[in-house]
């Protein structure tokens, strides 16, 4: 109380000053107790960028923290945290937040520091992002960019996963990445690509349809079968059963006795 007499009674020791010049001002005063709690927007701020996981909690034990923080004699008060900061304060808390690669654009409260870091808003990044992959018939999107299925230059097996192959951009140029290794990339096993692309053909449009059935292969023997079928029977690598088949049963039995 006599702190606060001594500043009204300068507050009108001012007033009075001003009227012998003409002038009329009005004084206002405000004595506040210090409790240790002044610098509370930057022990938040800090707090929270040194461990995130604070953010996630609710009012109450941030304020709990903070009073823990701040070695406060009296529990801080949650609400607090829902008043506007100072322009001070502001000063002090954005180059904190900014250096732990927050955006502060939106900082006005003591809730939005809390909420900056919980909801990792990044410098830069005006969307949380998220890693999606959306399968259709004739291409898949990748965290919303979509890549059309391509003919992997291989001989057809009639799976899906290892005949066909996105597009992909690295660097400047275009590179052809089978599909089986986008699905391993993505965490993604090949029975559930399966059941994923039968949904994506049972509800593909007529075009997405049409654009599958012109990339689609059916399966073939590998060349290297073809090759081993018509090698002679002395050929090395040659199958005793497809040399058995051309010389016959009675030649055969004679081959296999010696």
Request: with cysteine; proline share 6%; glycine share 6%.
């Given at each position: 109380?006599?702190?606060r ?7 009108a ?5 001003a009227a012998?010049?003409?002038?009329a ?6 004595v ?8 509370w ?7 929270v ?40 304060a ?13 955006e ?5 409260k003591g809730?939005d520091i809390?909420?900056i870091?919980?909801?990792n ?12 992959t ?14 059309a299925y ?17 597009r ?5 140029a ?6 089986a290794a986008v ?8 029975g ?5 692309d039968e ?9 997405e349809a049409?654009k ?9 023997p ?9 090698a002679?029977t ?7 059963a497809?040399?058995a088949?051309r ?10 006795i010696?």
């Amino acid at each position: 109380m006599a702190v606060r007499a001594r500043v009204d009674k300068a507050g009108a020791e001012a007033t009075a000053d001003a009227a012998t010049s003409g002038h009329a001002v009005t004084v206002k005063t405000t004595v506040y107790l210090e409790d240790g709690s002044k610098n509370w927007p930057t022990t938040l701020a800090e707090m929270v960028c040194k461990t995130p996981s604070i953010a996630k909690g609710k009012a109450a034990d941030i304020a709990a923290r903070l009073t823990m923080e701040l070695a406060l004699d009296k529990p801080f008060r949650p609400s607090r945290l829902s008043k506007p900061l100072s322009a001070n304060a502001l000063r002090m808390v954005r180059p904190i937040l900014s250096s732990c690669g927050y955006e502060v654009s939106g900082l006005a409260k003591g809730t939005d520091i809390v909420r900056i870091v919980r909801d990792n808003l990044r410098r830069g990044v005006t969307v949380p992002q998220t890693i999606t992959t959306k399968f259709y018939a004739d291409r898949v999107e990748l965290d919303g960019r979509s890549f059309a299925y391509r003919q992997r230059d291989r001989v057809p097996t009639g799976n899906a996963w290892h005949d066909l192959s996105l597009r992909l951009t690295i660097g400047v140029a275009g590179v052809d990445v089978p599909l089986a290794a986008v699905l391993k990339l993505r965490n993604i096993g090949i029975g559930e690509f399966i059941q994923a692309d039968e949904r994506a053909r049972h509800a593909a449009s007529a075009g997405e349809a049409e654009k599958r059935a012109t990339i689609d292969r059916p399966a073939r023997p590998h060349p290297a079968v073809h090759r081993l079928s018509q090698a002679p029977t002395d050929a090395p690598g040659a199958l005793v059963a497809q040399a058995a088949m051309r010389i016959g049963p009675v030649q055969c039995q004679a081959r296999d006795i010696t």
